[in-house]
């Protein structure tokens, strides 16, 4: 989406509650799919899912936004899969751990 959508539904009541409605929907997809992956052992048991995918589409929304102002996509793409590889990184360690038994 581009910013010039976020500007319009801040003025306009309806745009704005379907923008809240489809991050909202959004935001519980993304939740509904990291709790599969907690109980499939991937992510960690401490973990907060809702915490984490706030954290998650935050990224998302910052990266998107930077592109939009001009970042190169290579970068981007490093930054996503390097917090990938930081969210994912022990808890797949164990899941290896887990296959090998």
Do not use: W
């Amino acid at each position: 989406m581009c910013c010039c959508g976020r500007e319009e539904g801040a003025r306009n009541d309806a745009l704005k509650q379907v923008l809240l409605d489809d991050y909202h929907k959004r935001l519980r997809i993304l939740e509904e799919f990291l709790e599969e992956q907690k109980k499939l052992g991937v992510i960690r048991d401490d973990v907060d899912i809702q915490q984490l995918a706030l954290a998650i589409s935050a990224l998302f929304n910052g990266l998107i936004i930077g592109k939009i102002f001009g970042i190169y996509q290579e970068l981007i793409e490093q930054t996503l899969m390097g917090a990938f590889n930081i969210t994912y990184s022990s808890p797949l360690q164990g899941c290896h751990k887990m296959r090998k038994k």
